[in-house]
């Protein structure tokens, strides 16, 4: 009987640690996301083996090539201020909304984003430059994240392992590649 008795203890205390554990790692993102900084940058350029003409039109294209990459399930247009595209993604939980602010036809691009849950905007500036290869697309990602919901230690948590910035760059990036035919070269 005393036996049994320790078995059962040993079991109950070990399901005591896995549980400590698994609420330690489930709040963990949390509290350390609270002291994370709310500023976010990314670069990243690709060579693409097509034409300026060709990327650019792909650029240009936001049903075909949505800024929020894989995370896209819809587009909505809405009226410019400014004479520029500007449009609503969807991205089920969430929605972007993006205005382009700058347009230098196959040369830069700019475009400020907002997203409807997260507190965050962003800036992304692109830039083409012809290169013997095909395009050279550079891509500047300038994320602010600001306190405001539960959201906000979370998302900065995971923007800060995942390096958020470029990796969204490079989804939107992949992107092009598909809408152009061309894998991009990553720099």
Not at 44 to 68: G, K, M
């Amino acid at each position: 009987m005393p036996k049994t008795n320790k078995r059962k203890r040993g079991c109950v205390m070990w399901l005591l640690v896995a549980g400590v554990l698994l609420v330690l790692l489930l709040i963990s993102p949390i509290v350390v996301g609270k002291f994370l900084p709310e500023d976010y940058h990314g670069r990243v350029s690709a060579t693409y083996a097509a034409s300026p003409a060709e990327v650019w039109a792909a650029l240009e294209d936001h049903e075909r090539t949505p800024i929020t990459g894989s995370m896209w399930r819809g587009t909505e247009e809405i009226e410019s201020e400014n004479g520029l595209p500007a449009w609503v993604e969807d991205m089920g939980s969430s929605k972007a909304t993006i205005r382009t602010v700058e347009r230098e036809m196959q040369e830069r691009l700019v475009r400020d984003y907002s997203d409807s849950v997260v507190p965050m905007t962003a800036r992304v500036e692109l830039s083409l430059e012809e290169t013997d290869a095909g395009t050279r697309v550079t891509g500047v990602n300038h994320m602010v994240i600001r306190d405001g919901t539960w959201h906000v230690p979370i998302f900065r948590f995971i923007m800060t392992v995942t390096g958020g910035a470029d990796r969204s760059l490079k989804d939107y990036f992949g992107g092009i590649g598909r809408a152009v035919e061309a894998e991009p070269a990553f720099e």
